[in-house]
Antibody
Framework: QVQLQESGPGLVKPSQTLSLTCTVS??????????WSWIRQHPGKGLEWIGY???????YYNPSLKSRVTISVDTSKNQFSLKLSSVTAADTAVYYC?????????????WGQGTLVTVSS | QSVLTQPPSVSAAPGQKVTISCSGS????????VSWYQQLPGTAPKLLIY???KRPSGIPDRFSGSKSGTSATLGITGLQTGDEADYYC????????????FGTGTKVTVL
C-alpha cells in the first residue's frame, strides 16, 4: 500500500519561499510508471493542480503558477519536493501530494493527508 | 474559476439516487478521460472513478461514471449518510497551455 506524507513549515512569511517535501513509502519513486504531484486547496474552496514530476526529473506545471513553482525529486530518499516562491496570502492553502497515473488518462490514485500552509507575517 | 462546472450542491434521502454533472468543453472533457474524487469532511480526496467509468478496487458499484460529448456525470445509488461529502471531477485541459483541471466541486447532502 503506497503512502504519502507531506512535511514542512506550516507558516511562511509573505514574499518568502514555501517549501514542502513528500515522503513516499510502500513503493519506489524510481520504479517509474507514475508522476508525483502537488495539489492545493484554498480554505473552503476547490482543488488546484500545481504540477507533477517523473522520477527522471521531467516536470509539468500549472501555467498559472509556473513562474513561481519548482518541483524536484530525490530518488535516494524516495521523496519529492515543492518550492513556491514569492508567496502571498493567496497561497494560504492545504497542500496535498499525490501519485498520478499518466497513460491515456491522468488521475490521482494515492494522496497524502495534506498540510496547511499559512502565509502571514 | 475552473473551466469544469459542477452544481454547487445536490441532495437526496437515504437510499435514493443522485447525479452530479461536470460540464466542460472540447479542450478538456471532450477529448480526455475524466476522473472523480470524493472528499469527506476534513480528509484528503479519494479516487472514485477513473477513465470515465472505471472504479478502483474497493469502490462499491453504487458509484458510477459516464461521459457524453463535453459533459461527464457521476451517479450515486443507494445513498448513505457516509456519502455526504464534496465530489470533484477532473481531467486534462489541452487549451493554449495544457494543464490538469478539477471541477468546481459539488456538496452532496443526505437528507
Amino acid at each position: 500500500q503506497v503512502q504519502l506524507q507531506e512535511s514542512g513549515p506550516g507558516l511562511v512569511k509573505p514574499s518568502q519561499t514555501l517549501s514542502l517535501t513528500c515522503t513516499v513509502s510502500g513503493g519506489s519513486i524510481s520504479s517509474g510508471g507514475y508522476y508525483w504531484s502537488w495539489i492545493r486547496q484554498h480554505p473552503g474552496k476547490g482543488l488546484e493542480w500545481i504540477g507533477y514530476i517523473y522520477y527522471s526529473g521531467s516536470t509539468y506545471y500549472n501555467p498559472s503558477l509556473k513562474s513561481r513553482v519548482t518541483i524536484s525529486v530525490d530518488t535516494s530518499k524516495n521523496q519529492f519536493s515543492l518550492k513556491l516562491s514569492s508567496v502571498t496570502a493567496a497561497d494560504t492553502a492545504v497542500y496535498y501530494c499525490a501519485r498520478a497515473l499518466v497513460v491515456a488518462a491522468t488521475f490521482f490514485d494515492y494522496w497524502g493527508q495534506g498540510t496547511l500552509v499559512t502565509v502571514s507575517s | 474559476q475552473s473551466v469544469l462546472t459542477q452544481p454547487p450542491s445536490v441532495s437526496a434521502a437515504p437510499g435514493q439516487k443522485v447525479t452530479i454533472s461536470c460540464s466542460g468543453s472540447s479542450s478538456n472533457i471532450g477529448n480526455n478521460y475524466v476522473s472523480w474524487y470524493q472528499q469527506l469532511p476534513g480528509t484528503a480526496p479519494k479516487l472514485l472513478i477513473y477513465d470515465n467509468n472505471k472504479r478502483p478496487s474497493g469502490i462499491p458499484d453504487r458509484f458510477s461514471g459516464s461521459k457524453s460529448g463535453t459533459s461527464a456525470t457521476l451517479g450515486i445509488t443507494g445513498l448513505q449518510t457516509g456519502d455526504e461529502a464534496d465530489y470533484y471531477c477532473g481531467t486534462w485541459d489541452s487549451s493554449l497551455s495544457a494543464y490538469y483541471v478539477f471541477g468546481t466541486g459539488t456538496k452532496v447532502t443526505v437528507l
